[in-house]
């Protein structure tokens, strides 16, 4: 299948200072890529989605300023989390279509730690 | 809310099949149904997806009913790597994939 990466696998940071994670389809363009959130023993929780080019379109309880979403190219998406708190700690996932593709292929997540 | 119901958690002996069941009685008749997969703190895994048809490839088969309101993944020959929570997902191409619970399956020696 196709390959997404993540960058970093890890990160911890203190409160208050922003944390970027990287997401790149490394064998195809993905026109859009998804961003979601999970917490210990609960399933994916989707964030916003991101369209290269343009915007991203938060799901409602998502706050746009504080998590920066960028899709530059096609094939890298950044999630930006502005002043973390340690509520904002969890994994963070991503993922990527092919353009006109059927299937989304993810990324191995990035656990956020925030002290 | 996702538009799927699956069992919370189901056993498997190693070495039998494992037959995973999804309702989702409200799917749309441009909607797949998708089977993903999630070992302990990794990013899902694609397992298969289907519209209409039967499909098999070389991880599952995917059995989805006439009406297209249920479907069945399986293993057919379960292993101890194959223990992790299995997602199904009823999205249209293109579309945002929306997660419910999922099953935890375990598959024990």
């Known amino acids: 299948g196709a390959v997404v990466s993540q960058h970093p696998s890890r990160v911890i940071c203190k409160s208050g200072t922003s944390v970027k994670i990287e997401c790149r389809s490394l064998d195809f363009q993905a026109t859009t890529m998804f961003w979601y959130r999970q917490f210990p023993k609960q399933s994916l929780m989707l964030m916003a989605t991101s369209n290269e080019g343009s915007k991203a379109t938060y799901e409602q309880g998502v706050e746009k300023d504080k998590f920066l979403i960028n899709h530059a190219s096609l094939t890298l998406s950044t999630l930006t989390v502005t002043s973390a708190h340690p509520e904002d700690s969890s994994f963070y996932i991503c993922s990527a279509e092919r353009d006109r593709g059927v299937e989304a292929f993810f990324g191995q997540g990035t656990r956020l730690t925030v002290v | 809310d996702a538009k799927t119901t699956q069992p919370p958690s189901m056993d498997c002996a190693e070495g039998r099949a494992a037959n995973l069941p999804c309702n989702h009685s409200?799917?749309?008749?441009?909607?797949?149904v998708y089977w993903y997969r999630q070992i302990h703190s990794q990013g899902p895994q694609y397992i298969i997806h289907g519209l209409k048809n039967n499909e098999t490839n070389e991880m599952a088969s995917l059995i989805i009913t006439e009406d297209r309101k249920s479907s069945t993944l399986i293993l057919p020959h379960a292993t101890l790597r194959d223990t992790a929570v299995y997602y199904c997902i009823v999205s249209s191409q293109g579309g945002k994939l929306i997660f419910g619970q999922g099953t935890e399956l375990s598959v024990k020696p």
């Open positions: 409200t799917i749309s008749g441009n909607e797949y």
